[in-house]
C-alpha cells in the first residue's frame, strides 16, 4: 500500500488559484494511475482528474480546461493546479493511488471557495 499526504488546501475568492499537492511514501513508478477526488456535504465522492502511467489524463467535465492534473517522479509527488475557482468546487480533495488492483487514499485536504 502506498502512504498519500495532500496539502495546499484552504480559502480562496472564487476566480482565485489553488495548487494541491500528494505526497507519496514510494515512487510513482509501478504505480498503474493516480487521481484527485472530491466530496462536498452531503454529496458522494466523485473523481476530479486522473492520470495513468502512461501520462493519460481525464478530467471530469465540470473542471475541464480549469485544473490541471501532473506527477513530479523526482519528487514522487502529484498536483492539481486549479485556476479560475467556483464556489460549486468547495469540497475535501482526496489523493488517490492504484497499484496491483489496490486502491490507497490520502487523509484529505479542504479546499472552500467563497463566492
Known amino acids: 500500500q502506498v502512504q498519500l499526504v495532500e496539502s495546499g488546501g484552504g480559502l480562496v475568492q472564487a476566480g482565485g488559484s489553488l495548487r494541491l499537492s500528494c505526497a507519496a511514501s514510494r515512487t510513482l513508478f509501478g504505480l498503474n494511475a493516480m487521481g484527485w477526488y472530491r466530496q462536498a456535504p452531503g454529496k458522494q465522492r466523485e473523481l476530479v482528474a486522473r492520470i495513468s502511467s502512461g501520462r493519460l489524463t481525464n478530467y471530469a467535465d465540470s473542471v475541464k480546461g480549469r485544473f490541471t492534473i501532473s506527477t513530479d517522479y523526482a519528487k514522487n509527488t502529484m498536483y492539481l493546479q486549479m485556476n479560475n475557482l467556483k464556489p460549486e468546487d468547495t469540497a475535501v480533495y482526496y489523493c488517490?493511488?492504484?497499484?496491483?488492483?489496490?486502491?490507497?487514499w490520502g487523509q484529505g485536504t479542504q479546499v472552500t471557495v467563497s463566492s
Open positions: 488517490n493511488a492504484l497499484r496491483a488492483g489496490m486502491d490507497s
